[in-house]
């Protein structure tokens, strides 16, 4: 079984700054997934940035970007350039990825990170 | 991309009374959708995973007489909350993936309170 380990249950930053989230996670799978899905107020979940394990380049999504460390299990996200609305609840998460690259989508998410972005 | 609706988006209703919500995959077609419960400030855990035309498979803990899954087709599944208690108070879920892909789609989630 997979854990995702979140360990900022808060975090602030003001806007336009820079903030990092931390997540690391457990597995003795080798090929999976790792997503950071972010939930608004309004609690719709968004995704935010996938990472695929079998990849060294970290992914990038404008100004989103990830630290994936394999060895160490690690996935952090950096949000640069902090706008108002990147204010939510931000939660790793963990797919693992069957042969032929499909997926049964089953997720495990870490316990989330309220992110404040302050004017 | 695809869009995946729940209904109703809240509902209340009397300690006792059962009550239905459905999770709905608007453009596309989902074998599996994902059944999460979520309490406020929390992380979503997952309930059961729902299989068109076959029986759900639930996760550890999870209460199937309580809490009754039906994937009738392959836009549709529902999860039946009976004899609801307080403590099923919650915000509930759905996700589904598109077949042969990573992504999953959510929905917006219902918020039921059991009065």
């Known amino acids: 079984a997979q854990t995702v380990t979140q360990s900022q249950p808060e975090m602030s930053v003001q806007e336009a700054e820079t903030v990092t989230l931390s997540c690391t996670y457990d597995?003795?799978?080798?090929?999976?997934?790792l997503f950071w899905y972010k939930q608004p107020p309004s609690r719709q979940m968004i995704l935010v940035i996938r990472?695929?394990?079998?990849?060294?380049q970290n992914a990038t999504e404008n100004r989103f970007s990830v630290n994936f460390q394999k060895a160490a299990k690690s996935f952090s996200l950096k949000i640069s350039d902090s706008q108002l609305g990147d204010t939510a609840m931000y939660f790793c998460?963990?797919?693992?990825?069957?042969?032929?690259?499909?997926?049964?989508?089953?997720?495990?998410f870490g316990q989330g990170t309220i992110l404040t972005v302050h004017p | 991309g695809a869009v995946v609706s729940q209904h109703p988006s809240w509902v209340i209703c009397k300690s006792g009374t059962s009550v239905k919500i459905e999770c709905r995959s608007l453009?596309?077609?989902?074998?599996?959708m994902f059944w999460y419960r979520q309490f406020p400030k929390q992380s979503l855990m997952l309930m059961a995973t729902?299989?068109?035309?076959?029986?759900?498979?639930?996760e550890q803990g999870v209460e199937k007489d309580k809490f009754l899954i039906n994937h009738a087709s392959l836009t549709l599944s529902t999860l039946t909350v009976t004899s609801a208690h307080p403590e099923d108070s919650s915000f509930y879920i759905c996700?589904?993936?598109?077949?042969?892909?990573?992504?999953?789609?959510f929905g917006p989630g219902t918020r039921l309170t059991v009065t």
């Open positions: 996700s589904a993936p598109t077949t042969g892909s990573y992504e999953q789609y």
């Open positions: 597995t003795s799978e080798s090929n999976y997934y």
């Open positions: 990472q695929e394990a079998y990849k060294q």
């Open positions: 998460a963990f797919m693992k990825r069957y042969a032929g690259g499909t997926s049964y989508g089953k997720l495990t």
């Open positions: 453009d596309f077609q989902a074998t599996t």
């Open positions: 729902s299989n068109e035309g076959s029986k759900a498979t639930y």
